[in-house]
């Protein structure tokens, strides 16, 4: 599965932000995940083929919200109310597999798209 993740960009503190992640295969759930100057990737989000949403850090619940289209095999993260601590180059991943614990297993991912929060 390829990944194409788009949206990124420089925005002021209070802003919005669309991003988008176009897979070119079927998958059964597709992930956001972020990496921020100096930490570690962090799971921001993931959706499944049928819709269901989870959410990972407290931070980003009430402000970010994932979807999909199913055809094409679209995911978008819409981010409101954008603060400094957002910014980091935000990836897209999907799984085709359940791993051993029940987890979905992210082995496809995208090449990172910037995004800059400006204070």
């Known amino acids: 599965v390829q990944l194409q993740a788009s949206g990124g960009g420089l925005v002021q503190a209070g802003g919005s932000l669309r991003l988008s992640c176009e897979a070119d295969?079927?998958?059964?759930?597709m992930g956001w995940f972020r990496q921020g100057p100096g930490k570690e990737r962090e799971f921001v989000g993931s959706?499944?083929?049928?819709?269901?949403?989870?959410y990972g850090a407290d931070s980003v619940k009430g402000r970010f919200t994932i979807s999909r289209d199913n055809n094409p095999n679209t995911m978008y993260l819409q981010m409101n109310s954008l603060k400094p601590e957002d910014t980091a180059v935000y990836y897209c991943?999907?799984?085709?597999?359940?791993?051993?614990?029940?987890?979905?297993?992210?082995?496809?991912w995208g090449q990172g798209t910037q995004v800059t929060v400006s204070s």
């Open positions: 295969g079927g998958t059964y759930a």
């Open positions: 991943a999907a799984s085709r597999r359940v791993g051993s614990n029940g987890n979905y297993e992210y082995d496809y």
């Open positions: 959706i499944t083929w049928s819709g269901g949403t989870a």
